[in-house]
């Protein structure tokens, strides 16, 4: 996905990259107000394992929208491809690997209180990304 990633964000990146820019923004802040307000609710929407075929399929989606999007900001870099790619490579599986553990401990010890937690920082870092764009 980094490859392709690649390859769209060099031609790509010139013209859409002030666009695609506000559009995450825009997408995080809709994330963080959708996760923040289902905190509220009765049943929590977020529970999937990632061991049944529906949540190892949303785990990797999730990881590989990543890396596409890491691969669209590579041409920027000017760093060599083989190693570069071999490092994101490696600190995605240990970093989605921690990640779902931590997660799982802090939604057990926390429930609701954590899932209101994670939809205010994703709020709050939408904002602060905003104003630092605004800012210049």
Do not use: N, Y
């Amino acid at each position: 996905m980094q490859g392709i990633g690649l390859v769209a964000g060099t031609g790509l990146g010139h013209v859409v990259g002030e666009l695609a820019a506000w559009v995450g923004l825009t997408v995080l802040l809709g994330i963080g107000i959708w996760i923040f307000a289902s905190s509220f609710s009765k049943e929590s929407q977020f529970d999937f394992d990632v061991e049944t075929p529906l949540g190892l399929l949303l785990a990797c989606l999730s990881i590989s929208l990543d890396s596409l999007g890491i691969g669209f900001s590579l041409p920027a870099l000017g760093l060599p491809l083989v190693q570069l790619f071999a490092t994101v490579a490696v600190s995605t599986v240990c970093f989605t690997l921690a990640g779902l553990t931590f997660g799982a401990k802090l939604g057990e010890a926390f429930g609701r209180r954590a899932e209101r937690g994670a939809g205010a920082v994703l709020i709050l870092l939408a904002i602060a990304f905003a104003v630092e764009r605004l800012a210049g």
